[in-house]
C-alpha cells in the first residue's frame, strides 16, 4: 500500500500569512500512462465531510478560492493557502488515488496564530 | 444540487451486522462511481470501499475485506454497505463519496453528512 505522510501535524499561521502544508507518498503517484499525479486535496471542518479542494496535484476544484493552490509530481506535494483567511481553519488531507487500496494521509490541523 | 444522504447507522454489538444505505440525488447515479469512507472519532479518513458505475467491479480495504460487502441499486439511486462481524474498531461515521467522473477515478468531488456506527457491549 502507499503510504502519505504529511507535515506538519498541526500548524499555526496569522490572518493573512501563507499556509504551507507537506504530503510525501511512499511511492511515486504519478501514472506514466496518462502523465498525471493521482493526488487529492480535501478541507475538513468540525462536524462536516470532507471537501474537495483541489485533484490531479494542482488543478483547484470549481468554486474553490483562488488562494488555495496545489503542486508537487512524483512523491514530493504541497498545498498552499496564500493568505489565509478565519474560515481555512481546518483539517486537511491529502489522498492518492494512484491504485487500490486509495489512501490518506494522516491529517494537518491548521489554526489561526 | 448533489448530495448524498447515508442512514442505517446505530449501535451493534461486537460481532453484529447493519446495513448502511447512501440515497443519491442531483446527478445521474448509475454514471458514477460511488466509495465508502470511514472516519473514526477524532481521528483521520480512512478508505473503505468502491464499486464501479455499472456495480461490476469493487474494492476494499484489506481491514474490511471479507466482512464488508458494498453494492448498488442504480434502479433506486442507491448505494449500500454491507457490514458483518463488527468490531470496536469499526467505529465511526461512514461516508459515502461520488467520484467525479464516469471513469473509476479515485477521488471524490462530493460526499454526505455520514452515518455513526457504533460497535460496543
Known amino acids: 500500500d502507499i503510504v502519505m505522510t504529511q507535515s506538519p501535524d498541526s500548524l499555526a499561521v496569522s490572518l493573512g500569512e501563507r499556509a504551507t502544508i507537506n504530503c510525501k507518498s511512499s511511492?511515486?503517484?504519478?501514472?506514466?500512462?496518462?502523465?498525471?499525479?493521482?493526488l487529492a486535496w480535501y478541507q475538513q471542518k468540525p462536524g462536516q465531510p470532507p471537501k474537495l479542494l483541489v485533484y490531479?496535484?494542482?488543478i483547484r476544484e470549481s468554486g474553490v478560492p483562488d488562494r488555495f493552490s496545489g503542486s508537487g509530481s512524483g512523491t514530493d506535494f504541497t498545498l498552499t493557502i496564500s493568505s489565509l483567511q478565519a474560515e481555512d481553519v481546518a483539517v486537511y488531507y491529502c489522498?492518492?488515488?494512484?491504485?487500490?487500496?486509495?489512501?490518506f494521509g494522516q491529517g494537518t490541523r491548521l489554526e489561526i496564530k | 444540487e448533489v448530495q448524498p444522504v447515508e442512514s442505517g447507522g446505530g449501535l451493534v454489538q461486537p460481532g453484529g451486522s447493519l446495513r448502511l444505505s447512501c440515497a443519491a440525488s442531483?446527478?445521474?447515479?448509475?454514471?458514477?462511481?460511488m466509495s465508502w469512507v470511514r472516519q473514526a472519532p477524532g481521528k483521520g479518513l480512512e478508505y473503505v470501499a468502491t464499486?464501479?458505475?455499472?456495480?461490476?467491479?469493487?474494492y476494499y480495504a484489506d481491514s474490511v475485506k471479507g466482512r464488508f460487502t458494498i453494492s448498488r441499486d442504480n434502479s433506486k439511486n442507491t448505494l449500500y454497505l454491507q457490514v458483518n462481524t463488527l468490531r470496536a474498531e469499526d467505529t465511526a461515521v461512514y461516508f459515502c463519496?461520488?467520484?467525479?467522473?464516469?471513469?473509476?477515478?479515485?477521488?471524490?468531488?462530493?460526499w454526505g453528512q455520514g452515518t455513526l456506527v457504533t460497535v460496543s457491549s
Open positions: 464499486i464501479s458505475a455499472s456495480g461490476g467491479d469493487t
Open positions: 489522498q492518492h488515488y494512484r491504485s487500490t487500496p486509495i489512501t
Open positions: 490531479w496535484a494542482s
Open positions: 442531483g446527478f445521474t447515479f448509475s454514471n458514477y462511481a
Open positions: 511511492q511515486s503517484v504519478l501514472y506514466s500512462s496518462n502523465n498525471k499525479n493521482h
Open positions: 463519496a461520488k467520484d467525479p467522473t464516469t471513469a473509476t477515478t479515485g477521488y471524490f468531488d462530493s
